[in-house]
């Protein structure tokens, strides 16, 4: 409280002008107390701020923790080096690639500022690491894990390489019932969050995600995704969140084909609400692939470079789109791109149906505002986009592109009740020559373009 800041000009500073880029401001609480019943990791060897690998006594408290021994761990205020990933030893040692996480388990750190674990060592150099994938720092979750209050910092500084590797995970694993996450900073990993994992990796584990929750998140700069609800992962919730500068999508639901059963473990009635999404550098915003009954709601997504704001698609060979999937209420700026050699344009909400049918789908409530290309694309892909409904939308400022544009290729129907288009370089509603796209309602009083 109190801290002056000042941008000062010397006399031999003599250039025209000059650009500040960001600076981020926050007022900082002060660091929380233990609670009472936690352990401290310093109780089983920590010590903070040293720069030696303290995994070691983390692990212990976590076991302990886990075995009944103690209510909770505490992570003080301070450093934490961790070269290893917290999880559960396998007594039937199934391999680095085969893990067990950790369960009953509760965290608790000092605020995100404060009570910070960190490595040195790249993922893909350290050698010896938990898993090829998820990497040297953070936890393996199974079920039933609180954490919060803390701060991750990998050193991912790969996407993905020879033999694997990748730039490592900070939260992976099965996830289970009644895990919740609150209050955590993750930075420089491959992928924040992945809830999921595949049932060929100890099918007696099989345990997907259902229920689990994450709030007040801070992601930033990272290779891969921010979160990720793979593998089945149902009734589960992002909100209150912030993302930036994630190298794929910020937010998705993958309803993965790699599950127990099929017509059963489908990523449905998962909630991406309240959250603010900022500089994905790759890949979108939110992108939901697969799955039913899965809602968009009340999200501030900018300045995506080279996709879209809102995904809906049917590629990386997800289960079928059934049911309904809601996008409402959320602010749309300067979104949309052009990627893979810039020969495809992305509007800043589209429908990709590649081979399978998208159904189901309400846009609403939601202005979409300086967008790259279109406002609102229909792709083409092969499969059905039928009854899409587009209610009380406003598109302004289509720079290159049209407000709403169905592609030659599009197949499907939408119906437009009290929507506003102004400004858009190519029309209001564009549907190209060949389409078998449909739309009802004109925006404006204006006739669809042919």
Request: net charge negative.
């Amino acid at each position: 409280m109190g801290t002056k800041f000042r941008l000062q000009r010397d006399a031999s500073d003599n250039a025209a002008f000059y650009i500040i880029d960001l600076i981020d401001l926050e007022q900082v609480a002060a660091p929380t107390s233990q609670p009472s019943g936690c352990v401290s990791i310093t109780t089983y060897g920590a010590v903070a701020n040293d720069g030696l690998d303290d995994t070691a006594a983390i692990q212990r408290a976590v076991t302990a923790n886990q075995n009944g021994e103690i209510d909770c761990v505490w992570i003080p205020a301070g450093q934490w080096r961790q070269e290893q990933k917290i999880l559960t030893d396998d007594p039937l040692d199934r391999g680095q690639s085969n893990q067990v996480g950790i369960r009953d388990v509760t965290i608790r750190g000092a605020g995100m500022w404060h009570s910070q674990l960190y490595t040195l060592t790249p993922p893909h150099e350290a050698g010896g690491i938990n898993h090829p994938h998820e990497g040297n720092f953070g936890f393996d979750i199974d079920e039933n894990t609180q954490i919060s209050d803390i701060a991750i910092f990998g050193s991912g500084t790969i996407r993905g390489g020879d033999g694997n590797h990748e730039g490592g995970v900070a939260l992976n694993g099965r996830f289970g019932k009644d895990t919740k996450i609150s209050n955590v900073w993750i930075e420089h990993a491959n992928v924040g969050v992945w809830a999921g994992r595949d049932f060929t990796n100890i099918p007696e584990l099989w345990n997907p995600g259902d229920g689990v929750e994450f709030t007040g998140m801070r992601i930033r700069n990272t290779y891969a995704d921010g979160i990720n609800f793979a593998n089945g992962t149902r009734n589960s919730t992002v909100y209150n969140s912030s993302f930036r500068n994630t190298g794929d999508d910020a937010l998705a639901v993958w309803s993965s084909k790699y599950v127990k059963d099929q017509s059963v473990d489908i990523g449905h009635d998962n909630s991406f609400r309240n959250n603010t999404i900022q500089l994905p550098w790759r890949a979108n915003g939110i992108a939901i692939y697969g799955g039913y009954d899965n809602k968009i709601e009340n999200n501030l997504i900018s300045d995506t470079m080279n996709y879209p704001a809102i995904m809906l698609a049917t590629d990386h060979d997800p289960l079928p789109f059934s049911g309904q999937t809601l996008i409402a209420n959320n602010g749309l700026y300067r979104t949309g791109g052009a990627f893979w050699n810039e020969d495809q344009e992305f509007g800043a909400i589209t429908l990709f149906p590649q081979n399978l049918p998208i159904p189901g789908v309400t846009i609403r409530d939601t202005d979409i505002v300086d967008s790259t290309y279109d406002g609102i694309q229909f792709k083409t892909g092969g499969g059905l986009m039928p009854d899409v409904k587009i209610q009380n939308v406003r598109i302004d400022k289509s720079n290159n592109g049209s407000g709403i544009l169905a592609m030659g290729g599009a197949r499907g129907n939408a119906t437009l009740t009290d929507v506003t288009i102004t400004d858009s370089r190519d029309g209001h509603v564009l549907i190209e020559p060949g389409s078998q796209f449909t739309v009802s309602g004109t925006p404006n009083g204006a006739r669809a373009k042919r």
